[in-house]
């Protein structure tokens, strides 16, 4: 009886050990049935401990991909908002970008106006000073 106790024991402890090691991330080292008189309850508790193991191991695959679903739409998300933010700030700096080449443009044609009336003016002068300058002759 106490031998059957004792081998109790240290497969409690071996299971308890084995699942704090799971939990803890370790890989749980391979569980291997032995015989003995108390197969039934031996069987339940490894039963158990294997039942708790596979209810946590799909607990996880659950949450690790709940985890993975909401990092790629959360990166989607941030991915979509940051293109946005770029989309208007690449609009903004066009607009900005064609404001200054109208100004630019402005600026030209009032330039090329005033050297216009300015070369009209300077013609006139001249043509008027040839003109004096043969009626001073002629004189």
Not at 91 to 100: D, M, N, P, S, Y
């Amino acid at each position: 009886m106490e031998s059957a106790y004792t081998f109790l024991e240290y497969r409690y402890r071996f299971l308890k050990e084995s699942k704090e090691s799971f939990k803890a991330g370790d890989k749980v080292p391979g569980v291997t049935k032995g015989r003995t008189s108390s197969r039934e309850t031996y069987n339940l508790v490894e039963e158990s401990f294997l039942k708790t193991i596979r209810q946590e191991v799909m607990r996880t695959k659950i949450k690790t991909k709940d985890i993975i679903s909401r990092c790629a739409s959360i990166s989607y998300e941030v991915y979509r908002e940051k293109t946005k933010r770029l989309l208007k700030e690449i609009v903004k700096e066009t607009e900005r970008k064609e404001q200054i080449i109208l100004e630019k443009n402005k600026r030209i044609r009032k330039v090329s106006q005033e050297v216009e009336t300015t070369s009209s003016e300077l013609k006139k002068v001249k043509s008027s000073a040839k003109n004096f300058n043969k009626r001073k002759g002629a004189n």
